[in-house]
């Protein structure tokens, strides 16, 4: 992954909207997931990998969403990823939700990585964390 911000598409079916047609608030959340695991996933990591070989999993921490405009059904968007920050045991990313080069979602996410098992925070992988250096590095 050559880029510093990630996009993934995502088509809005009708099982994403409420009764007003438009997407339903917490399934932007999980487009947004399926982005980070796509991000994950040009990164070189499966998280099922992680979780088998290495022991890891990854959790989302906290994280702050604003709604700005909203999407509705059959729109394609583009769900963006940036790495901002890269901890010990977490990173931090801000993503956005586009519609036709109008932005709708911006949200910043702090997912922290924990012992598949115990559920106790651990420290990134050092490869993994290599490689995410490299992408921020793109970033400065």
């Known amino acids: 992954m ?3 911000q990630f996009s993934w598409p995502v088509r809005v079916y009708y099982e994403d ?6 997407v339903y608030h917490s399934n932007y959340l999980n487009f947004m997931e399926r ?3 796509e991000w994950l996933r040009a990164l070189g990591y499966e998280q099922t990998t992680v979780k088998d ?13 604003n709604f700005k405009k909203p999407a509705r ?8 990823c940036e790495l901002t920050n890269i901890g010990r045991g977490s990173i931090e990313m801000a ?3 586009i519609c036709n080069s109008v932005e709708l ?14 559920f106790k925070p651990v420290s990134i ?15 400065l």
């Open 2 to 4: 050559s880029s510093p």
């Open 17 to 22: 909207t409420d009764a007003g047609g438009v």
């Open 35 to 37: 982005a980070r695991t």
């Open 53 to 65: 070989d290495l022991g890891v999993i990854i959790v989302v921490h906290s994280l702050s969403i």
């Open 73 to 80: 059904f059959n729109d394609l968007l583009e769900v963006h």
């Open 95 to 97: 993503q956005t939700i």
């Open 105 to 118: 979602i911006q949200a910043h996410v702090k997912a922290a990585f924990v012992d598949a098992e115990t």
């Open 125 to 139: 992988p050092i490869a993994m964390k290599q490689d995410m250096i490299k992408i921020q590095a793109i970033n």
